[in-house]
């Protein structure tokens, strides 16, 4: 397990990478999604919420497993922190959301599968594009500007 601290002023937050941890407050989830560069996956669960959330919970677990440090992994109580269904307009659980680079990427809702789930994630670019003024060094096959001409 890799710990990453977040500094925001004088809050310091740590995130646990590859361990299943649940958002206690908006707080924290804004500090965490607006700092780190590894994709987020948020499962929505609930109180009233069927076997499918004890279903979830095995798929995050092999999440965790499969994905270690390369994603955070977070579960949220709609009923006890409902500040997450009010950010994302949730009404009902289990649900899955998969943040990058600060926005919401994509949301399972009906197919909650393990096929699903990989997908969205090994879709991911887990790796922050080049600036828009990079230069690519030249090919091999490239011709060699000559200096006196």
């Known amino acids: 397990m890799n710990i990453i601290s977040l500094i925001d002023d004088s809050l310091i937050q740590c995130v646990y990478v590859g361990e ?3 958002l206690s407050n908006e707080v924290e989830w804004r500090l965490i ?3 780190t560069q590894l994709p987020i996956v948020v499962t929505v669960t609930s109180s009233l919420c069927d076997d499918r959330c004890t ?4 798929q ?7 994905y270690g440090n390369l ?19 949730l009404v ?3 649900i899955i959301i998969v943040f990058q680079t600060g926005k919401e990427i ?12 990989t997908d969205i ?18 090919s091999d096959s490239a011709p060699v500007p000559s200096l006196g001409e």
Request: zero cysteines; a negative charge.
């Open 71 to 89: 994603i955070i992994l977070r579960k949220a109580n709609i009923l006890t922190n409902p500040f997450f269904a009010i950010l994302y307009n």
């Open 60 to 66: 995050l677990a092999r999440l965790s497993e499969t």
């Open 106 to 117: 994509a949301r399972l809702e009906n197919d909650l599968s393990w096929g699903a789930i």
């Open 33 to 35: 999604l607006t700092t």
């Open 121 to 138: 994630i090994d879709n991911l670019s887990l790796f922050a594009p080049p600036p828009s003024d990079f230069v690519q060094p030249p």
């Open 92 to 94: 009902n659980a289990p």
């Open 55 to 58: 279903i979830l919970d095995d």
């Open 20 to 22: 299943v941890t649940w």
